[in-house]
């Protein structure tokens, strides 16, 4: 089993930066890829970053030039790196671990991430 905890989330002010973070635990050899997605109040949950364990990096348009997922394998731990922020992108962020095979995808809990003067 893959554990993932995440932490950074807070209130910032629009143009301001937040930085997140995801440890994972457990079967790390089990994890392809590593991902951050986001969910919205009535709004259905969206990626907005990948990294392979190669570094091959992935993002969704509306980030693209904002926000950096990096990764220190050393520490099992991957990051978010969010500037430039707007009010649009308050959510719910989650941390994604993308398992070899079938093994499907395990969720961390959850950080809150609020964009608001």
């Known amino acids: 089993q893959v554990q993932l905890v995440e932490s950074g989330g807070g209130l910032v002010q629009p143009g301001g930066s937040l930085r997140l973070s995801c440890v994972a635990s457990?079967?790390?050899?089990?994890?392809?890829?590593m991902g951050w997605y986001r969910q919205a109040p009535g709004k259905e949950r969206e990626l907005v970053a990948t990294?392979?364990?190669?570094?091959?990096?992935t993002y969704a348009d509306s980030v693209k030039g904002r926000f950096t997922i990096s990764g220190d394998n050393a520490k099992n731990t991957v990051y978010l790196q969010m500037n430039s922020l707007k009010p649009e992108d308050t959510a719910a962020y989650y941390c994604?671990?993308?398992?070899?095979?079938?093994?499907?995808?395990?969720w961390g809990q959850g950080t809150q991430v609020t964009v608001s003067f």
């Open positions: 457990g079967s790390i050899f089990s994890i392809n890829a």
């Open positions: 994604a671990a993308i398992l070899i095979g079938a093994g499907g995808t395990r």
């Open positions: 990294i392979t364990k190669g570094g091959t990096t």
